[in-house]
């Protein structure tokens, strides 16, 4: 059961906070004397151990010069930005338009050549036509509240981006909740597209599409959130407030587990088709 993506960020975190209380009380100092020395009320510290606030570099550096162990700044400094680094707020990612937020991640995808990825809700971006993308990309700028909607240039982006999968060495393993075919974020024309794209795409050699039927007796995992899974090394989660990247080896595994045991509940070839073809049939 992979644990909460949330949770590893405040983790990550919670290590950082740790470790700088763990200097203070080595140093024989109280919340308050550790105030004084760094010039700042003795509530911060207490949120900064308390992993309520995640410290600056320079919070870090007054810390540990505080507590005569200006040696540790460094790898502290870093320890905190990885951990800062892994729950990134859709605001904070979306402030430079949608369509930035597609190109951003290419490097990512540039770097990988095994694909996995697990949606409940929607057609993979990897497998997305422009019509498809555009209205997903359109539903989140309108919740969002972007100033600008740019999300047919995103989609765009986004189906460029998409075409690495057709490089050689590429493969990907798509899973897919039978619901995720059924929510219409798009008009019925592109609708219709897009879930015909998945009968083209599904047959491609480099791609394995598995459709996981409403059905499915005694389920072995319950429908999680979207996550893709980079190769073996990163694991990107998607909430309603904010992506979370997962590194830890052993967290990427447990989430490496869920994904097949959603795998082996899956269908393949002409019974996932049969269940696109079930869904094109149900937009007339």
């Known amino acids: 059961m992979p644990v909460s993506p949330s949770s590893s960020a405040q983790a990550a975190r919670e290590a950082v906070a740790r470790c700088l209380r763990d200097l203070r009380k080595e140093a024989g100092l109280t919340i308050v004397e550790l105030a004084d020395r760094c010039g700042w009320h003795h509530s911060k510290t207490s949120r900064i151990e308390n992993a309520l606030t995640g410290p600056t570099a320079g919070d870090i550096r007054r810390w540990c010069t505080a507590v005569q162990a200006a040696d540790q700044a460094q790898g502290l400094i870093v320890q905190s930005i990885n951990a800062e680094s892994m729950y990134r707020e859709w605001r904070h990612q979306v402030r430079n338009g949608l369509k930035h937020l597609q190109e951003s991640s290419v490097q990512v995808f540039r770097d990988t050549q095994l694909f996995r990825v697990y949606s409940s809700t929607l057609v993979p971006g990897l497998l997305q036509t422009e019509g498809y993308a555009a209205g997903v990309l359109g539903i989140s700028a309108r919740f969002r509240e972007l100033p600008v909607d740019d999300s047919e240039a995103a989609a765009r982006a986004r189906v460029e981006r998409s075409r690495i999968i057709h490089e050689p060495g590429r493969r990907l393993v798509a899973i897919i909740e039978e619901s995720a075919l059924r929510h219409q974020v798009c008009g019925v024309d592109a609708m219709a597209a897009q879930l015909g794209y998945l009968l083209t795409a599904g047959a491609l050699p480099q791609v394995s599409l598995g459709i ?61 088709r049969a269940l696109v073809l079930r869904a094109i049939e149900a937009l007339h």
């Open 212 to 272: 996981v039927p409403m059905a499915t007796p005694m389920r072995g995992q319950w429908p999680r959130e979207t996550f893709h899974i980079y190769d073996d090394r990163l694991v990107s989660v998607e909430l309603v407030s904010a992506r979370v990247r997962i590194t830890q080896p052993s967290e990427t595994a447990v989430y490496l587990q869920a994904f097949e045991q959603l795998r082996a509940m899956a269908v393949y070839g002409a019974d996932a």
